[in-house]
């Protein structure tokens, strides 16, 4: 309960109960999983397989109602497993239907790693965050238990105080945490912490030049901070989070599966296989 009053002034609106945009007959496809978070949440998601998989990916949401419903709704599973990829879908604590645990919500991304790997352990995992499933992880990765070997970031802030201070009681509300919890802080500093990057491959930042929550500039910053291969690919004109309903939708979906395609050769021809 503590952990949910101290959430409330940044996530309040979007910690509700949530509704699943599948159909019954749908869910068939699907497969639910539990995962125990450091955290202290049970994280909630939902995994589908098919045959032969090159990798399984992993979704990790933008900050909103729909949780893990917003790649449900704009079509991530499809694409990823029509291109030859498991799928994991999941709610970041107090999101959807994953219960509360603390703000180390890089915990739980860490920790759906892990089951994605105990699901398929011969096939690496990869990671797609988009905006809070993005930022959070810049700080999984540098955790040398993560499990992930690759990873797409887009359209996420540097730091939290650059994000929240476009939102005047969240911002105030996140200066008295830095000050009580000095440590922590620097713990989760995105921009800092991104150059500690361990075991990944490789880092894809996709980021709109139009994004009116995130400006280009960030991502520009992100790569240039981080110490493994990375790369900054743009769309033109695309809101925050948006860009699968942007005009550049094909080339964004192209990209996705080329990047996760070449990800999957330089595993295998670096692995004893």
Do not use: C
């Not at 419903?69 to 029509?82: A, C, I, W």
């Not at 959807?96 to 920790?111: R, T």
């Amino acid at each position: 309960m503590i952990y949910k009053l101290i959430k409330y002034p940044f996530f309040g609106k979007y910690m509700v109960k949530w509704r699943n945009p599948l159909s019954e007959d749908e869910m068939k496809e699907w497969e639910r999983i539990d995962v125990k978070s450091k955290s202290g949440a049970t994280v909630k998601g939902f995994y589908s397989s098919i045959e032969n998989a090159k990798a399984t990916i992993v979704l990790g949401h933008p900050m909103g109602k729909e949780a893990k419903g917003y790649f449900l709704k704009r079509g991530y599973p499809e694409l990823l497993k029509n291109n030859g990829y498991n799928v994991i879908v999941f709610d970041i604590n107090g999101f959807g239907e994953s219960n509360h645990g603390s703000f180390s919500f890089f915990e739980d991304i860490i920790a759906i790693g892990k089951k994605a790997k105990e699901l398929q352990p011969n096939i690496p995992v990869g990671y797609h965050g988009i905006s809070l499933g993005a930022q959070w992880a810049t700080i999984a990765f540098a955790d040398e238990t993560h499990p992930y070997n690759f990873a797409i970031i887009e359209s996420t802030a540097t730091t939290l105080l650059e994000f929240w201070n476009q939102y005047p009681t969240p911002y105030k509300a996140l200066r008295f945490l830095n000050l009580l919890l000095p440590k922590y802080r620097k713990k989760i500093e995105m921009i800092e912490r991104i150059k500690e990057a361990t075991n990944l491959q490789s880092i894809l930042y996709i980021y709109s030049k139009s994004d009116e929550l995130i400006p280009y500039e960030m991502g520009e910053r992100f790569h240039k901070n981080t110490s493994i291969p990375s790369e900054l690919w743009s769309v033109p004109n695309a809101k925050h989070a948006a860009i699968m309903k942007s005009e550049s939708k094909d080339a964004y979906q192209d990209k996705i599966i080329d990047y996760f395609d070449e990800s999957v050769k330089d595993y295998l021809s670096s692995s004893d296989f």
